[in-house]
T-cell receptor, first 110, second 111 residues
Framework: GQGVEQPDNLMSVEGTFARVNCTYSTSGFNGLSWYQQREGHAPVFLSYVVLDGLKDSGHFSTFLSRSNGYSYLLLTELQIKDSASYLCAVRDGGSWQLIFGSGTQLTVMP | GPKVLQIPSHQIIDMGQMVTLNCDPVSNHLYFYWYKQILGQQMEFLVNFYNGKVMEKSKLFKDQFSVERPDGSYFTLKIQPTALEDSAVYFC?????????FGPGTRLTVL
């Protein structure tokens, strides 16, 4: 069936990196977005990808493989304040709606 | 960055009553959305709205739900009558293109 899957939790250490994985299965594909969300706050847009490959945006980089239905968000030089939930969302074909994963809670340890 | 505002942040209401959730979208955006998130679950699309009309809606957008944006003011979601299963956080979003900007949500509790 259709869906977007993410691991529930991820832990990493300050100063290192974290890779948040996302797999999706949709009838069509018109782009994938990543959002950061802190509890009680609005999801904040981080990145949008529609072509295969790695898109480097500094602290956040995004990879997409459409043939594998797979994306990841890579955070480098982690800081404690990067601890948050990271949401993957896919736009399905000609639709405007975003299909969200359940989010990955990243915890950055000192 | 651009901000979407939502009013109120919390609303508690008795089952069967009407509720209106208000969204102040980014001023030059053209597309407007409502999403619903039940505690512990993923955010789910309800409806999107463009040029005064509903463009798409999901099966979660029941007949008791309606949306409007009268005269370019607030984009509203009305639920009439409310049911217990309507308890959730409702997020509004707006966009010019693929980048949807979200508000902080309204937590609706139906008793």
């Amino acid at each position: 069936g259709q869906g977007v899957e993410q691991p529930d939790n991820l832990m990493s250490v300050e100063g290192t990196f974290a890779r948040v994985n996302c797999t999706y299965s949709t009838s069509g594909f018109n782009g994938l977005s990543w959002y950061q969300q802190r509890e009680g706050h609005a999801p904040v847009f981080l990145s949008y990808v529609v072509l295969d490959g790695l898109k480097d945006s500094g602290h956040f980089s995004t990879f997409l493989s459409r043939s594998n239905g797979y994306s990841y968000l890579l955070l480098t030089e982690l800081q404690i304040k990067d601890s948050a939930s990271y949401l993957c969302a896919v736009r399905d074909g000609g639709s405007w709606q975003l299909i969200f994963g359940s989010g990955t809670q990243l915890t950055v340890m000192p | 960055g651009p901000k979407v505002l939502q009013i109120p942040s919390h609303q508690i209401i008795d089952m069967g009553q009407m509720v209106t959730l208000n969204c102040d979208p980014v001023s030059n955006h053209l597309y407007f959305y409502w999403y619903k998130q039940i505690l512990g679950q993923q955010m789910e699309f309800l409806v999107n709205f463009y040029n005064g009309k509903v463009m798409e809606k999901s099966k979660l957008f029941k007949d008791q739900f309606s949306v409007e944006r009268p005269d370019g003011s607030y984009f509203t979601l009305k639920i009439q009558p409310t049911a217990l299963e309507d308890s959730a956080v409702y997020f509004c979003a707006s966009s010019l293109n693929y980048e949807q900007y979200f508000g902080p949500g309204t937590r609706l509790t139906v008793l």
